[in-house]
C-alpha cells in the first residue's frame, strides 16, 4: 500500500468534524496562543520518535512486550520531582518485574508528560440542580463545579506545554542521570510498598539482579560500567485530544521530510474520537510517530480493518498498537473476530490490553472504582485469546500512580469499598497504587512465561 499523504496537511483535520470538540469562548485568543505554540521548542525529536517505532516494530514481531502507563489525567496542581519519580520507579519495577520472570525486554511508555485532555461522555454535569460544561482535563478547564473554573481557557494550552516541558526535563534526568541504573534495583522499591507480599517479591527478585551483577563482575565485567545498564529508554504518550494542541506543536522533520506530532513519542487516539472521516483519524493518519488506537466493544471488523488501512497505509510493523479495552464481560465475544481478521488479512499490528477502561463502575460512597480482580480477569482472557489464536499478546496499558492511593478495590492492598475515601486523589478514573501496579506486573509476568513457553515458533 502506498502512502497516501500528498493530500495532508496538519490543518486538514479541520475540514473534519471532531467529535468532543471544546467550544472555545474567545476564538481569537484561541488562535494566539496556538501561534505562540508554534513557535515553541518541540518536546521531542523526530529520531526518538523513529527509535521507539523501532522498538515497537520488536514488539509486533513478538520479540518484545510494551508496558503503557501512568495517569488518566495529569493534573496542574501535582507536577512535583516526587510524584514524578514515584511514577517512574512504579514503572521502572513493573518493568524488572516483566523482564526478569519472563525474559522478554520491556518497552516503557508513560502517559505522563501531557496527559491532559479528558473525552467526557456527556459534555454536562448536573449537581443539585445546578448544570454546568463537564471537566475536560486541565488542558481546557478546572475540575471545581463553578461556572468560572469549567469554562474553556486557551492559557491552559501554554500551561500544559510548560507543565510537560518541566516533566520531560526530570524524566530524562531520572532515566539518564543515574537513578534508573540496574545496580540501583532496590532504590525503586517505595517504603510502602517495600513491606507487602508484592514488594518482598520484588526485593527478591532485586537480590537476584544485584548477585547477577557481582558474579558478572567477579568474572571480570562490570556491567555496573556498561551504557546500557546506566538509564533505560523511557517514552511519553498522551490521547491526542485537543487537535489545535497537537498541530502547533507538529514539526517537519529536517532529515527525512516527514511531520512529526513533537509533543509526544507516540499519540494514541481515542474510543470515542476514532471515526473514520472524523478529524482525530485524519490529523494523526499524517504524523510519523508510532500511534494508538484504543478499541472498545462497539468497534466493528470492516470498520477496524479500514481504521488500521487509512492509519497505516505501508503495513509497517510498529507504525499501530491496537489498545483493546472491552471489559471483563465483553473481551472473550468482541475481541477475537478483530483480532482474527487482521492476522487473516495480514496486517502489521501490535495488540496491547487495556483492562481499567471497560471495567469502571461507581461504588456505594459516589466514587468512580474499578476491581483489580476484574482488571486482572480481563487481562488473563486478553492473553489466553490471542495466544490460541497464534497472535502476540504485545501489551499492557494501564492508569497507575507511585502514590498510595486508594481508588481501586482489590489487589495487593486489598483495598474495599469503605477505603475508597481515606486517599482517593484522582482528578479522573481510578488509578492502580503502587503495589496493586506490582502485584498486576507479577501476574502478566505469569502469563507472558505460560504463552511464550507454550508457544514454541515464536523464539523470544
Ligand atoms: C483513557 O485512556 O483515559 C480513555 C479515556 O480511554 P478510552 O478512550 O479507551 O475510553
Ligand atoms: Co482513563
Redesign the pocket.
Known amino acids: 500500500m502506498e502512502k497516501s499523504t500528498h493530500d495532508w496537511s496538519p490543518s486538514t483535520w479541520r475540514t473534519r468534524d471532531a467529535a468532543q470538540d471544546v467550544t472555545w469562548p474567545d476564538e481569537a485568543h484561541l488562535a494566539r496562543v496556538e501561534s505562540d505554540l508554534a513557535l515553541k521548542p518541540p518536546l521531542v525529536f523526530a529520531g526518538e520518535a523513529r527509535r521507539l517505532l523501532d522498538h515497537l516494530e520488536l514488539v509486533a514481531h513478538g520479540k518484545s512486550f510494551l508496558l503503557q502507563a501512568g495517569d ?1 489525567a495529569e493534573s496542574f496542581d501535582e507536577g512535583s520531582a516526587d510524584s514524578i519519580r514515584d511514577k517512574l520507579k512504579v514503572i521502572l519495577q513493573m518493568a524488572v518485574a516483566l523482564t526478569y520472570a519472563a525474559g522478554v525486554p520491556v518497552i516503557k511508555v508513560g502517559r505522563i508528560a501531557g496527559q491532559f485532555a ?2 467526557r461522555s456527556d459534555e454536562y454535569e448536573e449537581r443539585d440542580g445546578q448544570r454546568l460544561l463537564a471537566f475536560r482535563g486541565h488542558i481546557v478547564n478546572g475540575e471545581e463545579f463553578e461556572v468560572s473554573a469549567r469554562r474553556p481557557d486557551p492559557e491552559r494550552l501554554l500551561a500544559a506545554y510548560h507543565q510537560s516541558v518541566a516533566t520531560l526535563n526530570l524524566l530524562r534526568a531520572f532515566t539518564t542521570g543515574g537513578f534508573a541504573a540496574l545496580s540501583r534495583v532496590h532504590a525503586w522499591n517505595q517504603e510502602f510498598v517495600a513491606n507487602s507480599l508484592e514488594g518482598k517479591r520484588y526485593e527478591v527478585v532485586a537480590d537476584e539482579i544485584e548477585r547477577a551483577l557481582q558474579f558478572m563482575k567477579a568474572c571480570g565485567i562490570d556491567l555496573h560500567d556498561d551504557g546500557a545498564l546506566q538509564g533505560v529508554d523511557f517514552y511519553t504518550s498522551h ?1 491526542a485530544l485537543i487537535l489545535h494542541y497537537e498541530q502547533a506543536l507538529t514539526r517537519r522533520d529536517s532529515l527525512t521530510g516527514d511531520w512529526y506530532d513533537c509533543s509526544a513519542h507516540m499519540l494514541w487516539i ?3 474520537t476514532r471515526q473514520l472521516d472524523g478529524a482525530h483519524v485524519e490529523f494523526l493518519r499524517g504524523v510519523s510517530n508510532p500511534l494508538g488506537l ?1 478499541v ?1 466493544p462497539t468497534m466493528g471488523v470492516d470498520e477496524l480493518l479500514r481504521l488500521v488501512d487509512v492509519l497505516n497505509p505501508e503495513n509497517r510493523a510498529g507504525r499501530l498498537t491496537l489498545i483493546a ?1 472491552m471489559g471483563d464481560q465483553l473481551v472473550e465475544e468482541k475481541l477475537p473476530p478483530l483480532v482474527e481478521s487482521l492476522r487473516a488479512a495480514g496486517r502489521e499490528v501490535v495488540w496491547a490490553c ?1 483492562p481499567m ?1 471497560g471495567n469502571t463502575f461507581v461504588a456505594s460512597g459516589g466514587q468512580k472504582t474499578r476491581r483489580f480482580d476484574d482488571v486482572l480477569s480481563e487481562t488473563s482472557k486478553f492473553f489466553e485469546l490471542l495466544s490460541s489464536m497464534g497472535t502476540w499478546p504485545g501489551g499492557l496499558h494501564v492508569e497507575l500512580t507511585g502514590d498510595n492511593v486508594t481508588e481501586c478495590l482489590g489487589g495487593g492492598s486489598r483495598l474495599n469499598e469503605g477505603d475508597l475515601e481515606l486517599n482517593y486523589t484522582s482528578i479522573c ?1 481510578p488509578r492502580l497504587n503502587a503495589t496493586q501496579s506490582l502485584d498486576m506486573a507479577f501476574h502478566v509476568a505469569e502469563f507472558l512465561q505460560r504463552y511464550s513457553a507454550g508457544n514454541g515458533a515464536r523464539s523470544l
Do not use: A, Q
Open positions: 488518566c479528558k473525552p490521547e481515542g474510543d470515542r484504543k472498545g479495552r487495556d477502561h478514573d
